[in-house]
């Protein structure tokens, strides 16, 4: 059960895009398309913003999308807001009925 | 409108046990597998347990197996997550999901 593999952080400036990667291996990313995106504000609890893989739920913007290659998950953030930045956590599904998440990215609005 | 709400959090000390409580509302909780995420303070998400929507199987991540249980009572719309022999590593906001929903959490603070 070891964690997905995030950068620790990312940054762009308002109206840029950014992409957080997030890599697995088979047993988890690679093996099943069950991964998911969630943001989380300051003392919030984390929302989630895309499920399996590229899906995004109602009233989420299209601003977010999401994509996988292989073991690894990607969230791109386009037309970047100041209300963007936050903590950004990926999860996936994973072998025997687990499920691991990313140990997180800050992304900064410049 | 879906609503999570976690109780139960506080402060115990090492070795003690504590019973977390979920209420859920606004959806059909007898339909769905739901889960325990916890989030140690200013550290990133953990996966803890999770439980088939009939109760049928229970998961759990390799660091609480043995010491914590989840469990539900789809009669009374709750989710439970009952935690021994705590540890101080333990300590963390628990958060109570159906993975697109999530309550707002409950703090556990395992100190001497």
């Known amino acids: 059960q070891s964690a997905l593999t995030q950068p620790p952080s990312a940054s762009g400036s308002p109206g840029q895009s950014v992409t957080i990667s997030c890599t697995g291996t088979?047993?988890?990313?690679?093996?099943?398309?069950?991964v998911s995106w969630y943001h989380q504000h300051p003392g919030k609890a984390p929302k989630l913003i895309i499920y399996?893989?590229?899906k995004r739920p109602s009233g989420v913007p299209d601003r977010f999308s999401g994509s996988k290659s292989g073991n690894t998950a990607s969230l791109t953030v386009s037309g970047l807001q100041a209300d963007d930045e936050a903590d950004y956590y990926c999860s996936s599904y994973a072998d025997t009925n687990n499920w691991v998440f990313g140990g997180g990215t800050k992304l900064t609005v410049l | 409108q879906v609503q999570l709400v976690e109780s139960g959090g506080g402060v115990v000390q090492p070795g003690g046990s504590l019973r977390l409580s979920c209420a859920a509302s606004g959806f059909t909780f007898s339909s769905y597998g739901m889960h325990w995420v916890r989030q140690a303070p200013g550290k990133g998400l953990e996966w803890v347990a999770f439980?088939?929507?009939?109760?049928?199987?229970?998961y759990y991540a390799d660091s609480v197996k043995g010491r914590f249980t989840i469990s539900r009572d789809n009669s009374k719309n709750t989710l439970y997550l009952q935690m021994n022999s705590l540890r101080a590593e333990d300590t963390a906001v628990y958060y109570c999901a159906r993975i697109d929903y999530w309550g707002q959490g409950t703090l556990v603070t395992v100190s001497s």
């Open positions: 439980i088939r929507y009939d109760g049928s199987n229970e």
């Open positions: 399996e893989v590229s």
């Open positions: 088979n047993s988890d990313v690679g093996g099943y398309n069950y």
